[in-house]
């Protein structure tokens, strides 16, 4: 019984085999076996609700936090950590809008368990730029005009920082299918792709 | 010449409502709405929510201290629904919970008991039942009876266009706090902190001095926070009274989608008479509005589109008649165009159909009819400084659209599967709200003993870029570096009584209550200045870059200088103006006046490539000319068009709101409504400026900017349209839009066409167009 004397600590068995039976139990008839079922569904109930240690880093810094396991990374951010920056705007990974970085690559942090981030660097709008100074795509979207209401723009500062890490001279065509998944209901999709294609020709120049 | 705020947007650091910080104790609210499209509250149980652990309170109806109303323009519209429910997504309780996943969580144990009615959706049902939200308006210019018996042809047809969900990427919201005395602070998403204000005061039965409402800024509005903002602010602020607790409710996106309106959809009838040269001769046009449950902003929008269903043309004989239909959907309200592309549609239509009928060219009728000086609109006002035909013949000339018209038609007659189609889209757009008495703005300028100044203003900064306009207009009226304004939130303590920030009027109104407000600071200064320098005449002091002239010549005095001499005269740096349209007048009754400031102008010229067998399309390209006056701020005007363009372009196309038999929004997620991305928006955009374009009407010579072009985006219906023409020249087509992919193929290959019939292509036939691989 190691997993019940360790029973704060998150353990993936535990989680699926309580969820598992909470969810076979309407389906048992015998009395003993459901009100076992019953148990180890509560005891499911009060895990999920417990919190578990999470212990990432964030823009630099190594951040230890005692957390739900239901928490998404952008809760995490914007909830506990106050990063305010990452946007959350349709919470169902379809827009963008909460793209920031996870060992250097974009992810949706509205899509992702905090706990999936554990042991990881993410990067999010407010680490982009360093000592004061604009990271070089920051200083494109600002000077081409990539931008109209703001809102969705640290997901796509961050879309376009993580492009490019992933490819040094992306041609017009990558950067159309990187950006694709931030969407800009202003539509400054035109000045977006010069800020892109201006960071890039800056850091080839 | 940068956007406002555009560093700190980069940096992540502008505070949006929702990232504002969270006050002690701050609680968050979780709205309970209607499942059933109508009909009669039996009973509401709270008793399991409020045991539910972390619940600090459930609101209904019977909680409200003041009066349960929220309607605007007629008062129709109730905050939460006590007896009776109008549509699906209506509120019936607020839950108020430690987290938001409490109050969620609770929300769901709450046992209300409707009798469900008997609900109408279509706007022809309930204009039939006499279900009005207003009594019908009816525009008209001479006498279309007898024009019919002069007109070569006479077509008649119907259109419909459907509804448009907003999407503002930042979803409506607000902070409610409670302040000493029984008022109330609010933080708000919305276009029209006033109607805040007031509809707070009102159900909270306070005072409106006991109301502050702060806008930081809006992540997009498009008309949806115009009236829809209200009802969540005024719900927080009533749970912020009750509890004495500061009280956040922020829609998560899918309740944003199923509890908020959109664009009104429109079904509509056309009859069009021209002569044998294609000259319109009458056109007699019913529209029915699908206003959903309650007015909302309806009526105006209604009137918009009487105003504009003639378009950029004259016609001398017109009958415009109108409907606001009540159904059980959702109130549906202001979006970008607020009615004007719902009439415009229709006037287009008309034109095609009629082109069709003549064996002609839209594109040769639309350029006949096109609106000259002095020209009389079916609402009285006579066109000023007209420039329909200007914009459409630059937009011929300088996008060559004889050659892509030609080069289109080779294209089509070298491809079987593959069809382009253009087409030519002229807009006027009127500049004023059409309801006069809201054509009206207030400033607040402040100028610090450093330099610095600091405006507050009525409007609402969402993007439109009114902020980086009004500094413009600080910095030019002073002289001054644009980097030494800075421009407030909007607060219902520094500026009183504000009208919305929609209609494009945004930088027209409150840029020249800006203007004012800096001029009455200016004149004082030069007076100081004259004291200072000793000289006699304030007139002849100038201010130029930061340095003072007098007659011509540099003094030492510069900006700093002169405002520390100015403060140590004891001269007030402060000043509060206020401006109101002139000569604006409308007649509701008559339905004549002039309602508009004046009229903005344009052309674009849209080409569009459809897989006929696929029923896919892209939009190749839009070319614009458009008469932006003097423009303010090109960047931010250049982006308001081309947003607008990809915006109305979406309405047109891949926008579809749908809804269930039972009144049911299907579409309340990103994943079944969808928007433009960087995919879908045109590859080739220009947007060329009209020259020597100065607007005699405008702060500075500018002209609006916001809404005018979105209605280009209907060229993209009937470049798509010609070019499935192009397929099938036998088929009449339908005006039916968003013509989306599924309706292009369904229009194509209707349903008998598939009942025993032979191919009437070769699989050889089948390619993949280079054109349409993404």
């Given amino acids: ?205 | 010449m940068k956007t406002y705020d555009s560093i700190q947007h980069v940096r992540g650091e502008s505070k949006f409502v929702d990232d504002l910080f969270n006050p002690e104790g701050l609680l968050y609210g979780y709205v309970y709405y209607s499942s059933i499209a109508h009909g009669k509250i039996v009973s509401i149980n709270l008793k399991k929510a409020l045991k539910y652990a972390g619940v600090r309170g459930v609101f209904t109806a019977e909680d409200i201290p003041g009066e349960n109303q929220i309607g605007g323009i007629v008062p129709d519209e109730v905050l939460l629904a006590g007896s009776k429910v109008d549509f699906i997504g209506q509120p019936i309780a607020l839950v108020v919970a430690d987290t938001k996943l409490a109050a969620k969580s609770a929300s769901k144990l709450i046992d209300c008991k409707i009798e469900e009615y008997p609900a109408v959706f279509d706007p022809r049902i309930a204009c039939e039942k006499g279900e009005l939200i207003i009594p019908p308006r009816i525009f008209s210019l001479g006498d279309v009876n007898n024009a019919w018996s002069q007109c070569e042809y006479i077509v008649e047809g119907k259109t419909e266009t459907g509804g448009q969900e907003h999407l503002y990427i930042e979803t409506q919201g607000a902070v409610a706090i409670p302040v000493e005395g029984g008022g109330i602070k609010i933080y708000s998403s919305t276009q029209n902190p006033t109607a805040v204000q007031k509809v707070s005061a009102r159900i909270l039965n306070v005072p409106m001095h006991k109301i502050e409402v702060d806008v930081p800024r809006l992540g997009g509005g498009f008309g949806g926070k115009e009236d829809q903002a209200t009802a969540w602010a005024a719900l927080a602020a009533l749970a912020a009274s009750k509890l004495q607790r500061p009280v956040k409710i922020i829609l998560p996106r899918q309740e944003d989608m199923r509890l908020t309106g959109k664009r009104n959809p429109y079904s509509s009838d056309f009859k069009i008479g021209l002569n044998k040269e294609g000259m319109i001769l009458a056109y007699e046009v019913t529209f029915y509005q699908n206003a959903g449950a309650a007015a909302d902003l309806s009526p105006a929008i209604l009137d918009r589109t009487l105003f504009h269903c003639t378009n950029s043309y004259y016609i001398p004989n017109v009958k415009a008649t109108a409907y606001s239909c009540r159904t059980n959907l959702l109130p549906n309200t202001a979006f970008r165009g607020f009615g004007g592309p719902q009439g415009m549609f229709v006037i287009e239509s008309a034109i095609n159909r009629a082109a069709e009928v003549m064996g002609i060219s839209a594109h040769e009728i639309q350029r006949k009819n096109l609106l000259k000086e002095g020209d009389e609109f079916p609402y009285g006002q006579r066109t000023e400084h007209c420039r329909a035909i200007r914009c459409f013949e630059e937009a011929e000339q300088r996008y060559d659209f004889k050659m892509r018209k030609n080069y289109v038609e080779q294209f089509n007659q070298e491809n079987k599967l593959v069809k382009k189609g253009i087409t030519v889209m002229p807009v006027c757009f009127g500049i004023s709200f059409t309801t006069t008495f809201m054509n009206q703005a207030s400033a607040l300028v402040h100028v610090y003993t450093d330099g610095s100044v600091r405006i507050s203003t009525a409007a609402v900064e969402m993007g439109q870029g009114v902020n980086a306009k009004i500094s413009v207009i600080a910095s030019k009226v002073f002289s001054i570096d644009i980097s030494r304004i800075k421009i407030d939130s909007t607060n219902t303590t520094r500026i009183a009584n504000t009208s919305p920030t929609a209609a494009s009027k945004g930088a027209d109104l409150n840029g020249y209550a800006a203007m004012k407000a800096c001029e009455l600071i200016l004149e004082r200064l030069k007076k100081t200045a004259c004291n200072e320098l000793k000289f006699d005449d304030p007139k002849k002091v100038e201010i130029r870059e930061e340095h003072i002239f007098y007659d011509g010549n540099r003094t030492p005095l510069t900006w700093n200088k002169l405002i520390q001499a100015a403060y140590l005269r004891r001269v007030s740096l402060s000043a509060h103006a206020h401006h109101a349209t002139t000569d604006i007048y409308f007649d509701k009754e008559k339905a004549k006046g002039k309602p508009f400031a004046y009229h903005v102008y344009g052309t674009a010229i849209i080409e569009a490539t459809v897989d006929c067998l696929r029923g896919t399309y892209k939009i190749d390209s839009v070319k614009v000319v458009h008469d932006f006056g003097s423009s303010l701020h090109s960047v931010v005007d250049r982006g308001q068009a081309e947003g607008a363009i990809v915006q109305g372009i979406g309405w047109m196309t891949i926008e579809e709101v749908m809804f269930d038999g039972k009144g049911k929004l299907m579409t309340d997620a990103l994943s079944t409504y969808k928007v433009p991305d960087i995919q879908s928006a045109p590859k080739d955009m220009e947007v060329h400026f009209l020259e020597d374009a100065a607007n005699p009407f405008g702060p500075f010579n500018s002209k609006a900017i916001g809404e005018p072009p979105l209605m280009y985006g209907i060229g993209a219906f009937f470049a798509i349209r010609n070019a499935m023409k192009a397929f099938r020249p036998e088929r009449q087509f339908d005006f039916v839009a968003p013509i989306t992919n599924e309706r292009v193929l369904l229009t194509l290959y209707p349903a008998e066409r598939f009942s025993g019939m032979k191919p009437d292509l070769a699989i050889d036939d089948v390619k993949t167009p280079a054109a349409l691989v993404y």
């Fill in chain 1, 1 to 205: 019984m190691s997993e019940e004397t360790k029973s704060n600590k998150f353990s993936r068995r535990k989680f699926v085999k309580g969820i598992g039976s909470s969810i076979a139990g309407g389906y048992i008839l015998s009395p003993a076996i459901a009100k076992a079922a019953k148990k180890i569904s509560k005891e499911a109930k009060d895990f999920s609700e417990g919190k578990v240690p999470l212990s990432l880093k964030v823009n630099e810094s190594v951040i230890n936090v005692m957390i739900e396991p239901r928490t998404t990374l952008a809760e995490l951010l914007r909830d506990e950590l106050k990063l305010t920056g990452t946007k959350v705007v349709c919470n169902h990974g379809e827009c963008g809008g909460c793209t920031v970085l996870l060992n250097n690559k974009a992810v949706y942090s509205c899509h992702l368990l905090a706990l999936d981030a554990a042991g990881k660097d993410v990067t999010t709008i407010e680490g982009l730029s360093s000592n004061g100074k604009l990271h070089k795509i920051q200083q494109a979207f600002v000077d081409e005009d990539g931008l109209q209401c703001g809102f969705c723009t640290p997901g796509q500062v961050m879309a376009a920082a993580a492009l490019l890490y992933k490819y040094s001279k992306p041609d017009k065509q990558q950067i159309m299918k990187e950006m694709s998944g931030n969407l800009c209901r202003c539509a400054a999709y035109p000045n977006i792709i010069k800020s892109v294609l201006s960071a890039v020709e800056k850091s080839n120049g």
